[in-house]
């Protein structure tokens, strides 16, 4: 089955800063990578995805970018604000199937 | 407003007890999983059913079942409980494949 891999697990930077996190996927025939946000005690919840047949998505502050050659994708957060503070999960889907990465938590410091 | 609801949101037991947790979703969506998280292990698949005749394995089935009893009711059950089942469950659905939404989650802890 599909695997995800995601790193770094523990991010944290500067409020303003930049922050990056990245994924791989095993399973050429994945075709859609979502990136969810989950606040401490919260839900997970969508924040961005892309499909296989596109490279780079953007909404405001955040952006993803997707290598379907090496099968990695990335997410983007610029001008980071305390509320950015969460983990963050990247999945992958093959046919019916969602896989989720291990988490990365992202802590913003004021 | 349209949500998925899990019931109960928290739950102590002790090693061998039969545990139901409970989702319930008023979006209308076919699609309703059952998810898993442990800390650095993401979310990890338990169950999925796409409608009310139609159940699947995900990749940690073992030791779990499921029942869909409605189009929007969707249970998960622990047949006899073990401490490594101790963890936070989370109900979710999707129409067609999709943007997930997810239940509160149910935390379970397994003496």
């Known amino acids: 089955g599909e695997n995800v891999e995601q790193h770094p697990s523990t991010l944290s930077v500067q409020e303003g800063d930049s922050a990056v996190i990245k994924c791989t996927y095993s399973d050429s025939a994945s075709n859609y990578f979502p990136w969810y946000k989950q606040e401490l005690g919260k839900r997970p919840q969508l924040i961005i995805d892309i499909r296989s047949n596109v490279g780079e998505k953007k909404d405001q502050r955040i952006a993803v970018t997707l290598n379907k050659t090496a099968k990695h994708f990335s997410l983007h957060i610029t001008e980071t604000q305390p509320e950015d503070s969460a983990v963050y999960f990247c999945?992958?889907?093959?046919?019916?199937?969602?896989?989720f990465g291990g988490g990365t938590r992202l802590m913003v410091k004021p | 407003d349209a949500d998925v609801t899990q019931t109960p949101r928290n739950r102590i037991t002790k090693t061998g007890k039969r545990i139901m947790l409970e989702c319930s979703q008023t979006k209308g969506h076919d699609r309703m999983y059952w998810y898993r998280q442990d800390p650095g292990l993401g979310l990890r698949l338990i169950y999925y059913?796409?409608?009310?005749?139609?159940?699947n394995k995900g990749e940690i089935s073992d030791g779990y079942s499921v029942s869909r009893q409605a189009q929007a009711k969707f249970s998960l059950s622990l047949e006899s409980a073990i401490p490594n089942q101790t963890a936070l469950y989370f109900c979710?659905?999707?129409?067609?494949?999709?943007?997930?939404?997810f239940g509160e989650g149910s935390r379970l802890t397994v003496l």
């Open positions: 059913s796409f409608d009310v005749k139609d159940i």
């Open positions: 999945a992958a889907r093959t046919g019916n199937m969602l896989t």
């Open positions: 979710a659905t999707t129409q067609g494949t999709g943007e997930l939404f």
